[in-house]
């Protein structure tokens, strides 16, 4: 059973430039979250998503950055007009269901790390 | 706002001793928490978890004590081994409704020393 996957793994963009960062969660699950680790800091919320629908995206920038998690395919984080403080990794969970209990725990992807030059 | 804290951003144990990491929050309404373990440049990977209705939970070397008058938890292997040397990250979050976001410490970073 292959775990959440993430791709790329690295990516470098220029100013100004689009970055678009892809989770396919493991297999079964239907709930996507994306977190964002800052460099020396803990990983942030930032949107929690179900198939064709955005649930909470309180943690998100109000500007340039959207997700969407498709009937078909990937989840995706995009972010337009990079700037340097959106250096950081970026990670996927995903989870089967919500409610308390052993099936929410939420199972990470390996990152993204995005430089912004 | 930190709402999970943990205080010590590093602890060095010795191989075979008991690592004791520690974790607080502030929000009453946390009702799960999760500790994960997080080696350089991968992702976290869940180690164990509890419920606000136990005060324990055990999983192998690992357990996770909780003391909600506190709004404590710790997390204690033992015996510690060199393959846990990684930065640990305790969780939480709010279950029972139409989230589950999970609120992170900063991590503490785990070094067993051979």
């Known amino acids: 059973n292959a775990g959440v996957m993430q791709n790329p793994r690295h990516l470098v963009r220029r100013r100004g430039q689009e970055a678009r960062l892809r989770c396919s969660p493991m297999?079964?699950?239907?709930?996507v979250y994306w977190y964002r680790q800052l460099p020396e800091e803990g990983l942030k919320f930032m949107v929690y998503l179900q198939k064709e629908n955005i649930i909470d995206e309180s943690g998100m920038p109000k500007e340039r950055f959207s997700a969407e998690f498709p009937k078909e395919g990937p989840s995706i984080l995009r972010i337009q007009q990079v700037v340097r403080g959106d250096s950081a990794a970026y990670f996927c969970?995903?989870?089967?269901?919500?409610?308390?209990?052993?099936?929410?725990?939420?199972?990470f992807g390996p990152g993204t790390r995005l430089t912004v030059l | 706002d930190q709402q999970v804290k943990q205080n010590s951003p590093s602890l060095s144990v010795q191989e075979g001793r008991i690592s004791i990491l520690n974790c607080d929050y502030t929000n009453s309404m946390f009702d799960y928490f999760l500790w994960y373990k997080k080696y350089p440049a991968e992702g976290p990977t869940f180690l164990i978890s509890?419920?606000?209705?136990?005060d324990k939970n055990e999983d192998g070397r690992f357990t996770v004590f909780l003391n909600k008058s506190a709004k404590h938890l710790s997390l204690h292997i033992v015996p510690s081994q060199p393959g846990d040397s990684a930065v640990y990250f305790c969780a939480a979050s709010a279950g029972g409704g139409a989230t589950n976001k999970l609120i992170f410490g900063t991590g503490t970073l785990l070094a067993v020393q051979p």
């Open positions: 509890i419920s606000s209705i136990k």
């Open positions: 297999k079964g699950h239907s709930h």
């Open positions: 969970a995903s989870s089967p269901e919500t409610g308390v209990g052993p099936t929410d725990t939420q199972y």
